[in-house]
Structures are given as structure tokens and as C-alpha cells.
């Protein structure tokens, strides 16, 4: 059974930085994909950004690229997200997620939002 426990979520001003984690027990770093999504009130979830543990490929959203970064210290089982140069529309609940099955690509232009587990999610809340 899959475990993911998200932490690091806070309230900043806009223009700065956070780092996420996702403490990951069970049979996750078997994983063929794992990533983050957010939800904000009122909105679709949104895909932001994943890896595929086995190969280290990473898929960003278009609204963060060049922002953050997701990485992963396999020793640890954690993955990260970096966000820098935060934004007002940032604020959302943050989910870490894993996939053990199927990897992460969906598509161009596209992150995953969808994933066999997940984890109580972490709350981002960017002020102008």
C-alpha cells in the first residue's frame, strides 16, 4: 500500500520561494510516475509537474515552467518541488501522487492529473 505525506506548503508574499516535499512508503519508488497537482478553489485540477523515478524525465506545466522544479532523492523516498518567483494564481492545495503502473507522459502540452494514489495535499497561498 501506498503512503504519500505532502509537507511544506505556507503563506507567502509573491516573488517567493517554497519547497515541497512528499515522504513516499511503500512500493513508490517502483514507480513508473510520480508528480504534484494542485486544486484551487473553484478550479480544475491542474497538472504541475512530474518525473518518472526510472529515468529521471520531468514534464512541467506551461504556468510553471522556468519556476519549478520537481526532483526526487530516491535514498530518502522523497520528492521535492522547488517553487520559486511565486504568483498570486500559485495558491492551490498541493498533491504529491504516484503511478506505479503506467509512466508519466499524456500527451503534449499536458501534465498528469490523474494517478492510483495520493497523498492529504499541502496548502499553497501566494498574497500579491
Known amino acids: 500500500q501506498v503512503q504519500l505525506v505532502e509537507s511544506g506548503g505556507d503563506s507567502v508574499q509573491a516573488g517567493g520561494s517554497l519547497r515541497l516535499s512528499c515522504v513516499a512508503s511503500g512500493y513508490t519508488y517502483s514507480s513508473r510516475c510520480m508528480g504534484w497537482f494542485r486544486q484551487a478553489s473553484g478550479r480544475e485540477r491542474e497538472g504541475v509537474a512530474a518525473?518518472?523515478?526510472?529515468?529521471?524525465?520531468?514534464y512541467y506545466a506551461d504556468s510553471v515552467k522556468g519556476r519549478f522544479t520537481i526532483s526526487q532523492d530516491n535514498a530518502k523516498n522523497t520528492l521535492f518541488l522547488q517553487m520559486n518567483s511565486l504568483k498570486p494564481e500559485d495558491t492551490a492545495m498541493y498533491y504529491c501522487?504516484?503511478?506505479?503502473?503506467?509512466?508519466?507522459?499524456?500527451?503534449?502540452?499536458?501534465?498528469?492529473?490523474?494517478?492510483?494514489?495520493w497523498g492529504q495535499g499541502t496548502q499553497v497561498t501566494v498574497s500579491a
Open positions: 501522487a504516484a503511478d506505479p503502473y503506467y509512466g508519466c507522459y499524456s500527451g503534449p502540452g499536458h501534465v498528469r492529473t490523474i494517478y492510483n494514489y
Open positions: 518525473i518518472e523515478p526510472g529515468t529521471g524525465i520531468t
